[in-house]
C-alpha cells in the first residue's frame, strides 16, 4: 500500500490550498449567495465586538452563522435562541478553522416572508387604483400654524415630534389625536383619527407616525382603509412610520413620507422660528433703511425747491417781464394801427348816415328853414305880422319880415 | 389692512403682526406716502417688529389632544 503511493496520480493540496478552493467553490455558486434560510437559533454569543454569533438549526442540520457588527446595528428585533427566524446572507468558509457558515447581513422573525409578499400584493392593486400617484401629492405648507398628529399617546414617536416642533417653530398649535398604531383594532382607530381630527379642527398639515418596530408592529400602516383614508385627508399627510428601512402602504399614499416620526416633524417645518427671527431682523432694516431713505427724499425735495425758488426769485421775475413788455409793446403798435384803421372806417360811415339824416340834405332839394330867434317855425302860429325871420336855403341865408297875417 | 382700522398691536398673532410690518415697509419703501402719514406708518412698524420679537421669544409649542371630539390640554409625561 505506502508503495502506491509513488504511483499515485491524485491531486496533493496544502490544507490553505484546499480550504481556499472549498471556498471559491461556494462562493462562485449563486445558489449559496445572497440566500434566506430558515431555521431556529441556538448558541447565540454576542461578544464585546459587537458582532453576532449563532448557530441556524433544524431538526436534520445545523449552519455556524455571523452577523457583523454593522449589519446587526439594523436588526428591528433582538434574535433569541430558540427563535425561529430567516438569515439572509451568503455562504463562505473561515479558513483558519475551516468553517463553513452563512455570513448574514439581515435577520427577520419567521413569517414575515409570507407578510411581505401581501404587502407586494396589496401595493400592486392600491397602485393600479392610483392611490399612489404623484400628481395626487398634495403641497406642504412651509408655515403651518395649526399641525394635527396622530399616533400613540404614549409613544416615544409622539416625545421625538413634540420636542422637534417645540425645537423648531414653537408658535404652532399641536392637536393629537391618540390612537393604537399596533393590533387588529388599529387600522381602524388610525382612520378614525385622521377624519376626527380633518373634521374638528382642520389642520394645516398631519403627521401620521409611529417608532420603530417589526413588520407585523408596523402592518397597521399597510391597511388598506387606512390607505384610503390618507388619500381622502382634507390636510396634507406626511408620513414617519419606523425607520428608514420601512416602507408601509400609508407611506406611499401620504403627500410625504419621512423617514422617521421625528423628520416628519421636521418636514412640517421647513420654516424655523430661526428663519422668522432672521426674516424680522432683515425686515427691520429695510423699516429702519426706507425711513432713512424717506428723510434723504424730503432733502433732495427741499433742495429742489430752493433751486426752484431761485429760478423764479423776483429778480429774475423782473427781468422777464421786462422782456415781455418789450413783446407786447412791439406786437400792441401793430395791433393799435388796424384797430385806428378799423375806427376810421366806422366813423366815415357814421359821417355818411349822418350826412343823410341831416335836414340841411333837405335844403339841396329846393326847401328852406325858416327860423325865428333861432328856432325853427314849424307853424304859422309862431309868427306875427312884423316878426323879423331868417331864411336858410341851399347856399346861404337872408333876413325878412312878416308882412301880412294871411 | 392697516389703512382703515389698524387693530391694536398686543392683540395681533405673529402672522398678523408680521403682515402688517410688511404692508408698511412697502407703503413705506415706495415712497408715496406724505412725510407725516409716513412717520406714523414708521412707529407702528416699530412697534410690530417689536410685537413681533416678543411673541418669538415667549413663543410655547402649544399642544391639545382631540377627546370625543373636544380639545383638551395635553399632559405631557416626560
Known amino acids: 500500500m505506502e508503495q502506491l503511493a509513488l504511483f499515485d496520480a491524485s491531486p496533493r493540496w496544502t490544507v490553505t490550498e484546499l480550504t481556499r478552493h472549498l471556498r471559491q467553490l461556494l462562493e462562485a455558486d449563486p445558489d449559496l449567495q445572497g440566500i434566506w ?23 436534520g442540520a445545523a449552519l455556524r452563522c ?130 376626527n381630527l380633518n373634521r374638528v379642527t382642520a389642520p394645516d398639515v398631519i403627521l401620521l407616525a409611529r417608532g420603530g418596530g417589526s413588520i407585523e408592529d408596523l402592518w397597521a400602516f399597510n391597511d388598506e382603509r387606512l390607505v384610503h383614508a390618507v388619500t381622502e385627508s382634507q390636510a396634507p399627510v406626511i408620513t414617519g412610520v419606523g ?90 403798435n401793430a395791433m393799435q394801427a388796424h384797430r385806428l384803421e378799423l375806427a376810421a372806417a366806422q366813423l366815415k360811415g357814421f359821417q355818411n348816415r349822418l350826412t343823410a339824416l341831416s335836414p340841411l340834405a333837405v335844403l339841396q332839394r329846393g326847401y328852406a328853414v325858416v327860423t325865428k330867434n333861432k328856432r325853427v317855425v314849424a307853424s304859422k302860429s309862431q309868427v306875427q305880422d312884423g316878426d323879423a325871420l331868417r331864411i336858410r336855403l341851399r347856399d346861404g341865408e337872408f333876413d325878412a319880415h312878416v308882412s301880412g297875417d294871411g | 389692512m392697516a389703512k382703515n382700522e389698524p387693530k391694536p398691536i398686543d392683540v395681533l398673532t405673529y402672522e398678523e403682526a408680521f403682515a402688517d410690518l410688511e404692508t408698511i415697509v412697502a407703503a413705506l419703501e415706495s415712497g408715496e406716502r406724505p412725510l407725516e402719514e409716513s412717520m406714523t406708518l414708521f412707529e407702528r412698524g416699530q412697534a410690530l417688529t417689536k410685537r413681533c420679537a416678543e411673541l418669538l421669544d415667549k413663543a410655547e409649542l402649544k399642544v391639545q389632544a382631540l377627546v370625543d371630539e373636544s380639545l383638551v390640554d395635553f399632559e405631557e409625561s416626560q
Request: aromatic fraction near 6%.
Open chain 1, 243 to 332: 425607520h428608514e428601512t420601512d416602507f408601509t402602504l400609508a407611506d406611499f399614499a401620504a403627500d410625504l413620507r419621512a423617514p422617521t416620526p421625528s423628520a416628519a416633524a421636521e418636514l412640517a417645518t421647513s420654516i424655523t422660528v430661526l428663519d422668522l427671527r432672521q426674516t424680522l431682523n432683515e425686515i427691520e432694516q429695510i423699516l429702519a433703511g426706507s425711513m432713512g431713505a424717506l428723510f434723504e427724499r424730503q432733502h433732495n425735495l427741499l433742495e429742489g425747491f430752493q433751486s426752484g425758488l431761485r429760478f423764479y426769485s423776483p429778480l429774475r421775475r423782473v427781468q422777464t417781464e421786462r422782456q415781455r413788455v418789450d413783446e407786447l409793446s412791439r406786437r400792441g
Open chain 1, 37 to 59: 434560510v430558515q431555521g431556529e437559533i441556538s448558541n447565540l454569543s454576542k461578544p464585546s465586538s459587537g458582532h453576532i454569533y449563532f448557530t441556524l438549526k433544524d431538526s
Open chain 1, 66 to 195: 455571523v452577523l457583523w457588527k454593522t449589519e446587526a446595528a439594523h436588526l428591528r428585533f433582538a434574535p433569541q435562541d430558540g427563535m425561529a427566524i430567516e438569515a439572509h446572507g451568503s455562504l463562505g468558509i473561515y479558513e483558519v478553522s475551516g468553517q463553513y457558515q452563512l455570513y448574514a447581513d439581515s435577520l427577520r422573525p419567521l413569517g414575515e416572508g409570507a407578510l411581505y409578499q401581501e404587502f407586494l400584493r396589496l401595493k400592486a392593486v392600491l397602485e393600479a387604483e392610483g392611490l399612489f400617484d404623484m400628481a395626487r401629492k398634495r403641497p406642504i405648507p412651509a408655515s403651518p400654524r395649526r399641525i394635527g398628529i396622530v399616533t400613540s399617546q404614549t409613544g416615544a414617536a409622539l416625545q421625538d415630534m413634540l420636542n422637534t416642533l417645540r425645537r423648531r417653530m414653537p408658535l404652532a398649535e399641536v392637536t393629537l389625536a391618540p390612537t393604537p398604531v399596533q393590533g387588529a383594532e388599529a387600522p381602524l382607530a388610525l382612520v378614525a383619527a385622521l377624519r
